[in-house]
């Protein structure tokens, strides 16, 4: 659920980067982070233990007030791809919004991405939450390497359910279609906010 | 795996259990042994288990369904309608029992007049024989499967393939074959560092291959990774490998290179369900990061999405409504990271739902184009491409969607149509409400090419090396217009 602070007169929404390690998470997020303006995006913040670390950052594109009043705020984080790191992903995962799942498309991290996607799906179950009707999108990233697998493969391994989601084939490291995939997963938001919300069209509260 | 004797089998006599059967009027059978598996000791009658891929191939293909199903599934069929003949090892059974074990598989009951006695091999491809006559793993397509580990019994479902690969099949085609051929090198270049082997590995010829049970793998794939049991890879390796391999834990898992089976495995071993949803909607709308995916496309060359290709009819999340918190949220979107860079490279259009009927009724249309023709859009844009200075042109909806038309030059279409309706737009919104902006000319070295843009539509025309020549410009903002006119009439309709 995204978070609506009537005091601030925010609305925030809390994506966070899903996958095996290695895959491209944080990638993902500099990437992000260095295309977006200052003014328009905080610090990114590494919050680093001996043990593990996690990225996060907000991302505030506009600063026009919407929505009677409202702005709208981005939070972006990834988390520890490392398998023993699992309390803090469910750490993470609290409150989450959406999910973008970032596979490596290399042949040897086929199993890793298969355990990752499940954890993520035994992760939001633990929280009530069912992947089916959760929004997601999958990035299949690293397609510039040579050792990757076909796409259909990923698709099969990670997309092969009753509820077929978008896939992006991405290079996180240049940016090919990382702003898309996170634009993918913005707009199921975004409709997903706008049928859950209709008190705050402008329609019913006479704006 | 061990034996089980059809004639002692749940202390019934064979032959008394063929004879109850005369309805089929197959010969009488000789006594013989059948596997263990094939045996289900229930309460009741005892039942003949066999897998479909072990018969799935013998049947008439007119009476089955297009859908292949799976060969690995068993079906049970009572003892007494199956006739075994221990001479040839194979067994009868009337295709119209068959049809009644597994009649998902038939497009149609299988009549009287169609029932035809269907004999099949119960060891066809088995590779050692057993200890006890026809004891032996069945090995027809799709037997039934463990997924990794193998049970011992496998391990003779495993072939030593002592090929080289230019005598082995490009690809596998499961349809003739149940196994799959991979080299071995580079299974042995990933062996895990517990496996001890007596002796410095060195393979004879780099391009052996072993054949693998194609269901052992298949069952694994949709685990990322596929695995067999170090005694499986030993049973199949060539003689003169096997005794470096005389320490191994039989147990100890051997991984398979995906890469490897990839080479041989036919398209149809990943196949995706069909009975899926959408779980995104067609319909596109603008985000605050839609303008940064738009020009990552552009600037990178990609097609942002590359997402499925949407089937028809499938469900559709709903669309936002006019006015929603998306759409307002959209609005600003613009403004999220300062003004963007020009594009020259393809890019992806959202779906438009501007619409033309069939066949305009237009008697201003025709008058403009001095034509007595039954104009429809296409013949349209073309007549508009044939107007005195014009060289070809293009319509396009305001966001770039290609409608009619066709460019002078078809290799740059796809970049000139998504990219000037974008440009004008900005520039159009640049100049806001100061000045009303109805169309531009660009000068690409010598060519000049101009936009119109009324309401949601777009034209773009190449012309003839020089401006426009007098009075086409107004009659194509009188095209333009009556074209919009003749959109919304059909919307409305």
């Known amino acids: 659920m995204p978070l609506i602070n009537y005091a601030s007169r925010e609305i925030q929404f809390k994506i966070v980067y899903y996958g095996p390690a290695l895959a491209g998470k944080t990638a993902n997020l500099i990437y992000i982070h260095s295309r977006i303006g200052p003014a328009y995006r905080g610090d990114l913040v590494s919050l680093a233990t001996s043990a593990d670390r996690t990225l996060f950052f907000d991302l505030l594109p506009l600063h026009a007030e919407i929505l009677q009043g409202f702005r709208t705020k981005f939070q972006l984080f990834t988390v520890p791809g490392q398998v023993i790191y699992n309390s803090t992903r469910q750490l993470v995962l609290r409150n989450v919004d959406g999910v973008v799942f970032v596979a490596d498309s290399l042949w040897d991290k086929m199993e890793e991405n298969v355990l990752s996607f499940r954890n993520l799906e035994d992760n939001l179950r633990t929280q009530g939450i069912s992947l089916d009707e959760f929004p997601y999108v999958l990035e299949f990233n690293k397609r510039d390497l040579q050792d990757i697998a076909p796409t259909n493969y990923l698709e099969y391994l990670l997309n092969d359910r009753k509820r077929r989601v978008r896939r992006f084939e991405s290079v996180a490291k240049t940016g090919v279609n990382v702003f898309a995939a996170l634009d993918a997963v913005t707009q199921i938001l975004l409709r997903k906010f706008d049928t859950e919300h209709r008190e705050l069209r402008p329609s019913s509260t006479g704006r | ?493």
Request: include cysteine; hydrophobic fraction near 40%; proline fraction near 9%.
């Open chain 2, 1 to 493: 795996m061990g034996s089980s004797d059809f004639s002692k089998s749940n202390g019934e006599d064979a032959t008394e259990a063929v004879q109850r059967s005369g309805s089929t009027g197959l010969a009488m059978p000789a006594v013989a042994s059948f596997p263990d598996w094939a045996v289900e000791k229930s309460p009741g009658a005892p039942l003949f288990s066999i897998p479909i891929g072990a018969f799935y191939n013998k049947l008439p293909e007119e009476l089955l369904t297009l859908k292949k199903p799976d060969l690995s599934h068993l079906i049970h069929i009572a003892w007494e309608d199956v006739v075994p003949d221990a001479d040839t090892k194979e067994v009868t059974i009337l295709l119209s029992i068959l049809s009644l074990s597994c009649p998902e598989i038939f497009a149609r009951p299988v009549e009287s007049a169609d029932d035809v006695t269907i004999t099949f091999p119960l060891d066809q491809l088995k590779t050692e024989p057993g200890q006890d006559g026809l004891h032996t793993e069945i090995t027809a397509e799709g037997s039934a499967q463990p997924a990794a580990g193998a049970s011992p019994t496998q391990e003779s479902r495993i072939k030593q393939a002592a090929t080289t690969a230019e005598d082995s099949p490009k690809k596998d085609t499961s349809a003739a074959s149940d196994e799959i051929k991979v080299k071995l090198a580079p299974i042995l270049a990933d062996l895990p560092p517990e496996i001890e082997l007596l002796s410095p590995l060195t393979l004879p010829d780099p391009e052996i291959e072993i054949a693998l049970p194609i269901d052992l793998v298949r069952s694994q794939l949709k685990d990322g990774r596929v695995a067999i049991e170090a005694s499986l890879l030993c049973a199949a390796l060539p003689e003169v490998l096997k005794p470096i391999f005389g320490k191994i834990e039989p147990t100890a898992a051997i991984s398979i290179p995906l890469r490897e089976i990839f080479r041989k495995l036919s398209s149809d071993a990943i196949e995706l369900r069909e009975d899926y949803t959408l779980g995104y909607s067609l319909e596109t709308i603008r985000t605050p990061f839609t303008i940064q995916a738009e020009e990552d496309a552009l600037r990178l060359a990609t097609v942002p999405g590359c997402s499925t290709s949407p089937p028809g009819g499938s469900e559709r999340e709903s669309a936002p409504e006019t006015g929603g918190v998306a759409a307002q949220i959209a609005q600003i979107a613009p403004e999220a990271n300062g003004p963007m860079a020009a594009a020259a490279k393809p890019v992806p259009l959202p779906v438009t739902d501007i619409e033309f009927p069939a066949i305009f009724d237009s008697h201003v249309l025709q008058a403009l184009l001095m034509t007595e023709e039954i104009l429809d859009l296409p013949k349209t844009i073309l007549k508009v491409s044939e107007l005195p200075g014009l060289r070809s042109c293009l319509l396009t909806t305001a966001q770039g969607t290609k409608l009619a038309g066709k460019w002078v030059e078809p290799t740059k279409e796809t970049a000139i149509s998504p990219a000037l309706p974008r440009m004008f737009q900005q520039l159009k919104s640049a100049l806001g409400e100061a000045r009303s902006l109805e169309g531009m000319t660009l000068y690409f070295d010598q060519d000049p090419l101009s936009i119109i843009q009324v309401n949601e539509l777009c034209l773009i025309v190449a012309h003839d090396n020089r401006p426009f020549r007098p009075g086409v410009r107004e009659k194509l903002f009188s095209v333009m217009q009556e074209l919009d006119e003749i959109s919304h009439a059909k919307k409305r309709s």
